[in-house]
Each structure stands twice: as C-alpha cells, then as structure tokens.
C-alpha cells in the first residue's frame, strides 16, 4: 500500500515484508528512505528507527502530519508524527486479534489492511464554519479483514464498528455520532481495499469476491461496478478530482467512471 504527500513530495509505502515503513522522493530518481522500522518483526513504539512493525499494510496521511499504518500481524493500528519521527499505537493489543470495539488498547481488530482517511464533506465542513466549532477529531476508516467488516478509529482511540441503519454512514452532524451496537454491523467478504470520496462515500475492494461495493452516505450498500468486471480487486483510491481508481491484481488499474442515469 501507499500514500502520497503532495505538499512534501513524498510517496510512503508499506514494505511489508521488509517490515519497515519507506519514503519515495520526487522524480524517476527518487531516493528510497526507510521512514519507520528496524526490519525486525515485532511491535515496538517509540523512535522511527527503533519501532518494529509485523506486516504493516494499509498506508493514510492526515492533514495534520501523521500517516496512518494498519499493523497486520500485530491486529493494531498505529500512527507516526512525521515531523517528530516517532511512532505509536492508536487502537488495537499487539498479539491480541479479536473483534472488540472500545478505546484504545481495549479495542480489538483482526488483521487489518486498508485504510482511509474519512475527511469531512463539503456540507459538513459549511455547517461547522458557521457554526463556529472547531474541526472533529482524525477518523480513518478501516478494512477489519478478518472479521469481514469496517471500524471507524479516532485519533482519540475511540473505535466503532460501521453498522447497518437508516441513518448515514458517515454522520450528518458535526461531530460523527456513534451508531447502536445494537444494530447489525455492514459485512463484507474478507474487505481488504478501502477510500472514501468527496461526499463521504466508502469504497471497499473485495478480493476474494472479486468485486467492488460502495457504502452511501444513506447507509445503503450498492455495487460500485457491474458484475465479472474485476478479479482480484486489491486497493481502492480517490484521485484529486474525485475518481474512483481500482488495483486489480490480474489486470492494470482501473477507473470507475459514473454517468448519467
């Protein structure tokens, strides 16, 4: 996985089986830096260069100079300040997967990969102006692989498990307002890619599966493709302008465009 700083011109990639977190520079040339990480398997916070990760997956930078690491072997959820260079677990027991919602350490994931930045939407942003509050804490939305479904992590610690209701998805409101536990979570076959758009739409690639399906704000559920499109649907990114554009892993990259109905 990867994430892109356009302001600094950097590229981060989880490399996987190295272990570690590396930087990209700009241009055909550019120099490969390892951000985070010894390349020993382990679970480590603290300095960039002593952390340790176990098959770090999903890559996400936030607005406010963190980028975002799901540990996979680890069942955690970590972060770097990539102006301090230090490295720390947000959400998730190193060695402990399970399906748990909560704060912090108490909260349970269970082979994470994907994840996403959830921004606020335009209308969002607009009523939180005029309102004169200030902006929400950093939401990621996350892949839970292994338990089929989506956690929403805040910058807090607080995670949620995405579920099934009439109301949005993503909360009108200003400040994401916790669903039900009551309510059926939103299941998927083994989620691995994830992106939200603009309007607060989840996109969520799923391999096994062999297709792509969309979260609406509504709650809904929908095919983001028509079927047999994809094979092995890997990631999930939203451009700058807003498209939709799919790794597949048997077939070049492809892009969702939506016309008129």
């Not at 490399?15 to 490969?32: F, H, K, Y």
């Not at 996979?72 to 027991?93: P, Q």
């Not at 391999?207 to 094979?231: E, I």
């Amino acid at each position: 996985s990867a994430a892109s700083d356009v302001y600094k011109r950097q590229l981060y990639v989880s490399d996987s089986a190295n272990q570690v977190i590396r930087q990209v520079g700009p241009g055909l040339s550019g120099r490969v830096e390892t951000l985070a990480g010894t390349g020993e398997l382990g679970s480590k916070d603290g300095a960039a260069k002593d952390a340790a990760f176990n098959n770090p997956q999903g890559v996400a930078i936030d607005t406010r100079g963190y980028l975002w690491v799901t540990d996979s072997g680890n069942h955690t959820i970590r972060r770097i300040n990539l102006t301090r260079g230090i490295v720390e677990t947000i959400a998730g027991k190193a060695g402990s997967p399970g399906w748990i919602d909560g704060m912090g350490d108490k909260a349970r994931f269970n082979s994470p990969s994907g994840i996403a930045i959830e921004e606020e939407t335009v209308a969002q942003q607009y009523a939180r102006q005029i309102s004169g509050e200030p902006p929400p804490p950093v939401c990621v939305i996350v892949a839970d692989t292994d338990n089929g479904v989506l956690r929403r992590v805040k910058e807090t610690g607080e995670v949620e498990t995405i579920r099934s209701s009439a109301s949005p998805a993503v909360s009108a409101s200003l400040t994401r307002s916790p669903q039900s536990p009551a309510l059926p979570p939103v299941t998927f076959s083994s989620p691995v890619g994830v992106a939200v758009d603009p309007s607060g739409t989840i996109y969520v690639a799923e391999t096994k599966a062999a297709r792509v399906r969309a979260l609406l704000q509504n709650g809904v559920l929908v095919a983001a493709s028509q079927p047999n499109t994809f094979t092995a649907p890997t990631g999930v990114a939203i451009t700058e302008g807003g498209r939709v554009v799919v790794a597949d892993r048997t077939n070049l990259a492809r892009e969702i465009r939506f016309g008129e109905p």
